[in-house]
């Protein structure tokens, strides 16, 4: 891929970081979510999923990739180990959605503890099938939102200089097939090692 979204790079900014939960606590309110509790994905979706936890007074826990590999070997860090989420509604937190599917996981993981999970909310997403795909496979199927995506960033991109015409033209090309943009560029797909992560 020619383009590396950096949402970490966010952190160090309070005024940004406010106005991430901020778009986030609209999303949940517009989209009438009502969680009961926020879970940001390891790692990148904890910090705003507890800052947005913080603006809506919520209760928040996040969700490993794969569980502790000692001590209670928790999933879920937030939670009692001899607990669950009891029913309640929960909003999953990621910072970016590309395919899809480690978020699809984490709200597997959300179901697995007994809560529900009907929403993934992140700050970015590339707009890809593969991940509207992964939500909708998901039993029941998961909607998702994001605060900006790739067309509206390539829009502003283009409209404010910051990149020039090949560089816009080039993340276009890889827009229209991002899968087979990297052998067409010398970048060929990697061979997927054991089991699905």
Known sequence: ??????????????????????GLAEIVA??????EV????????IPHGALLADLVSLPFIYIRDKPKAHGLR????????????????????????STGGSSARAVEAVRE????????????SYGLEKAEEEFAALDP???????????????????????SREQISLLEE??????GW???HGFPQAERQGPRS
Do not use: K
């Open 30 to 35: 517009d989209r009438g979510i009502a969680p």
């Open 141 to 163: 199927p998961c909607r998702f939102e994001s605060l900006l995506t790739f067309p509206v960033l390539l829009d502003v991109a283009r409209e404010g200089g910051f990149l």
């Open 38 to 45: 926020v879970a940001g994905t390891a790692t990148a979706g």
């Open 174 to 179: 890889w827009r229209e097939d991002p899968f």
């Open 113 to 124: 503890a007994n809560g529900l999970c009907g929403w993934c909310l992140s700050i970015f």
């Open 74 to 97: 928790n999933r879920i860090e937030g939670l009692d180990a001899d607990s669950d989420l009891e029913g309640r509604r929960v909003v999953v937190i990621e910072d970016l959605i």
């Open 1 to 22: 891929m020619p383009v590396y979204n950096d949402n970490r790079m966010f952190l160090f900014h309070p005024g940004t970081r406010r106005s991430i939960a901020r």
């Open 182 to 184: 990297g052998d067409r």
